[in-house]
């Protein structure tokens, strides 16, 4: 079974960068769709990024231009590279895998990703 474990998250000043990282194991990423999604205080979970197993990028209409995800399927592992990070980007983050099964499915759709993390916190404040 897929396990996925993210980090990379921290306090941040505003306008600063980071870079998060979603490892996994259990199973090869290679055919699998990766999302990033954020969940901030008392707000839903969105989706923000999502990386396809043919190469589909994709990125919320609010974060594009400052975030950029990629993957190293050698390495088992998907990046979110943040940029220019706001104090609204604050949240927890998680990596999240859905199967082959789910190609078809608009990316955008949160039930369609089976595996999750366990999330990492982005705090951005001076």
């Known amino acids: 079974q897929l396990q996925l474990v993210e980090s990379g998250g921290g306090l941040v000043q505003p306008g600063g960068s980071l870079r998060l990282s979603c490892v996994a194991s259990?199973?090869?990423?290679?055919?699998?769709?990766i999302g990033w999604f954020r969940q901030g205080p008392g707000e839903e979970r969105e989706v923000v990024s999502f990386a396809g197993p043919g190469g589909q990028i994709n990125y919320a209409d609010s974060v594009k231009g400052r975030f950029t995800i990629s993957r190293d399927n050698a390495k088992n592992s998907v990046y979110l590279q943040i940029d220019n990070l706001k104090p609204e980007d604050t949240a927890v983050y998680y990596c999240?895998?859905?199967?082959?099964?789910?190609?078809?499915?608009?990316?955008?759709?949160?039930?369609?990703?089976?595996?999750w993390g366990q999330g990492t916190q982005v705090t951005v404040s001076s």
């Open positions: 999240a895998a859905r199967g082959v099964q789910a190609v078809y499915v608009p990316w955008r759709r949160r039930e369609s990703f089976d595996s």
């Open positions: 259990g199973d090869k990423l290679d055919y699998y769709g």
